[in-house]
């Protein structure tokens, strides 16, 4: 099991061919009071870089982005009457979706948890 | 002689200073009434008109009345004027005192602007009246396009967007027109980070891709990251002069030649030109497209007080793309009005029509009278004043406040704070709150993006010196305390009808339909 991280903040988890998907602690502190949250369904395929799916806090909007291709095995629906879940435990309870990866290979392009410390570190 | 020892009490009892404060029965403060939501006024059963019965006649409805109650409160005339005219009081308007909000421009709006509007043949026509019948109303809208060119120095102005981001739209849309007509495919416009909010919108609602140009560290574009950018990709560029840091663009110039070379156009929002106006013309700045905010430069109501009007001036290059219709002056000096039907003869470029009809005509009333009382002289005080005023305030509350472009020189018309150098766990949003106790609206906050925690103060050049005291003593009083970490601060607002609102709370779980409570309709059951 092991987790990677993107540019734009979001952290994959990935357990076999299963990647789960979320938003990092940095990004829950900027973002603020997270409101609203929509997850994808399942069976819907995005590719690298897809808008998946919308968080919105008090502050702003904003897209998450498929950090990796694949289709969609669970969307965290718990996050639609518990958006603070994304604000009080972003990188375990608050995770957004799971989904079934196409292509392993793209997680070498992805920052590990010490790269992504420092690229937050030098923002 | 006979005395009358009846009478009352002149002054105060002798413990009233010691006296605790207590909660009213009512829930009142004197004259500050609260004031229960109309529905829990009102009775459906209860109606404040009497209207006669109606009269029998077969529905043609086929089905679809309404079965059950409309649900609607019904009151009395008296208590719908009190509960509006009581709310009203729990509101803030510029009638009432100094509204700093910057970026908005929320001046005076005189009186003699209002009585012009409501004359009968400017109030009471209709956009369909036939032409001959609405000349005076013409010759306004004609009157006003002319002074827009005039104060700009631009070849032509479109009267009818509703709003400033709906003149952005109608400039963009008129940059693109003018590519098309050219059969040049050009994808991206610029916007620099110190440019208004709606400006990357509006691009990228015509489709463009937008790109950021960052500011130099005094808050202005970075003139050498924007002319590295430029390329035969790039439509144009969208620039806020005065820009949101409240600083002139001086290199507007340089930046309108280098665009043009690489042949795109510029779009500048004029939503700042009040500290400007009589003082420089965009046009010799090289602009292609401005919106110019009536309700903001003109002295139009704005912020519930009434509509936005937003016309665009346009260059030679653009002005033939502008939207329909126009008003055109023929050679027996009647006035005409150019549409779909007529635009052939005159303007064939023009990219179409953005609203029904002809604009906001009593916002061209407004403005108009604006101008010709306030004269060329008028004006040109009216930027000088404005600029002076924004600069009193950012001198008097640096020491204070952190200044982060104050050292860039004097800025335009609106001084800009940060959040820098207040007490630990103190923010911009306590001062916004505590102001408000102190009686004033706050100023726009953590606005422009660019500067942390920001605080945006334009008072407008028709405060008087007295007022900018009054306020700046207030913004002192309330930063200081910020500063020293006053906890009362945290819990500001503390005499507004409504304490500080838990807004994390109201956008996940917004309440926005009244339902009677439960407990009463169990009552009325039984």
Redesign the interface.
Known sequence: MSRYFTEEHEWVEVEGKIATVGITEYAQQQLGDVVFVDVPAEGKQFDKGDEAAVVESVKAASDVYSPVSGTIVEGNDVLADEPGLVNSDPEGDGWFFKLELTDAGELDSLMDEAAYKKFVADL | MSMNNQGRPTRPAEDSAASPAFATSTGNRALMLEEALIFEIGDANRTGVDLPEAPKAASRLGGLERKSAIGLPGLSEQETVRHYTRLSRQNYAIDLGLFPLGSCTMKHNPRLNEKMARLPGFADIHPLQPIHTVQGALAVIDELGDWLIKLTGMAGVAMSPKAGAHGELCGILAIRSALEARGDKRSVILVPESAHGTNPATAAFVGYQVEDIPAKPDGRVDVDALKARLGPDVAGVMITNPNTCGLFERDLKIISDAVHEAGGFVYCDGANFNAVVGKVRPGDLGVDAMHINLHKTFSTPHGGGGPGSGPVVFSDALAPFAPLPFVERSEDGKLALIEEESMEDHHASSFGRMVAFHGQMGMFTRALTYILSHGADGLLQVAEDAVLNANYVLRSLEDVLDAPFGAAGPCMHEALFSDNGLADGFSTLDIAKGLIDEGFHPMTV?FPLVVHGAMLVEPTETESKAALNQFIGAMRSVALRAKQGDPSLHSAPHFAPRRRLD??LA??KPVLVWTEPVAEQAEAAE
């Open positions: 953590y807004e994390t956008a996940r």
